[in-house]
């Protein structure tokens, strides 16, 4: 069902609010001390003075002034962030206050907002079983507010997970490495191949969003499931014991497996609950970039 458009702006500026002061008093400088830029670029010649590397000198220019002259290089600042969210039909789901396409659009502007500080484009492709829509990266505040009301706004499509779909488009359309943020419950399956492809042209994170009741079922008796991607529906004996510790068993299982893909590929992943906040979990994932960048160094 369609958001209201009045209610859709005012989570949009609540959501502008709650994490514009996160990005202030939790994530200062953080984002920029992970992010660095994607190598150098070229920024001046000068006189040579001493102590400079004499593999910097430019010699068509000492040959031509008759005397050294170094090419400077500076930091290539300027990044591009992509926002890849799955806005399927599952991610309408949430057992609490929030839904997972809540907890997509909140990370998706905490992120955002960090990016802008850093006058970092931000980009945004949303996905179901096809890609729904895709913003090119922009700078600005406003970028970022319509990438959350896209998000939020998106939140009630009814269709499957094609993640691989998803990838293919990203690589199509952006050329350059971009960091990349995967943003999905990952309800799919057949797209590791893909995925290996995405972390070895971007650098990727995937962002694994879960729900509490899609571990652990309560004892409420006969209960009706709809599945959100397909509307096929499934009666459960939450009474039976057996019945709520296979489910758990099967779904636990599922995400040590999803985790254990993300190892193999050498992606870092940061899981998304809709019953906690996130932000904690953003500066450990952010430490732990910074420690093994140094460890390489």
């Known amino acids: 069902m369609a958001i209201d458009t009045r209610e859709l702006m005012k989570q949009v500026r609540t959501i502008r609010v709650v994490t514009g002061k996160l990005v202030e008093e939790r994530l200062s400088g953080e984002y920029h001390s992970v992010f660095k830029g994607q190598g150098i670029e070229f920024d001046e010649v000068r006189e040579y003075q001493p102590g400079d590397d004499i593999r910097t000198i430019d010699w068509n220019v000492t040959a031509r002034m008759g005397h ?10 300027e990044l591009t962030v992509i926002f890849l969210v799955d806005v399927s039909g599952s991610q309408g789901f949430g057992s609490g206050d929030r839904g997972k396409a809540e907890v997509a659009a909140e990370f998706t502007c905490l992120i955002a907002l960090s990016a802008i500080r850093n006058q970092d484009k931000v980009g945004l492709i949303l996905f179901s079983d096809r890609v729904e829509k895709f913003l090119p990266p922009r700078k600005g505040r406003t970028a970022v507010m319509r990438l959350v009301r896209e998000v939020l706004a998106a939140g009630g499509t009814r269709r499957r997970t094609d993640i691989s779909a998803a990838l293919r488009f990203l690589n199509n359309v952006q050329k350059h490495k971009a960091v990349v943020f995967l943003v999905s419950d990952f309800l799919d399956g057949g797209f590791e191949r893909d995925l290996r492809v995405t972390a070895r042209k971007h650098d990727l994170i995937a962002c694994p969003v879960s729900d509490p009741r899609e571990i652990e079922i309560p004892d409420v008796g006969l209960l009706e499931v709809e599945d959100p991607e397909t509307g096929e529906l499934v009666v459960l004996d939450t009474a039976s014991a057996r019945v709520r510790t296979d489910f758990s068993r ?4 599922r995400q040590r497996e999803m985790r254990e893909m993300f190892r193999k590929l050498k992606v870092d992943f940061l899981d998304l609950r809709t019953d906690k906040p996130f932000v904690e979990d953003v500066r450990m994932l952010f430490h732990r970039r910074r420690a093994r960048a140094r460890r390489m160094t």
């Open 250 to 253: 099967d779904m636990s299982a």
């Open 68 to 77: 050294p002259f170094v090419k400077r290089y500076c930091e290539e600042r």
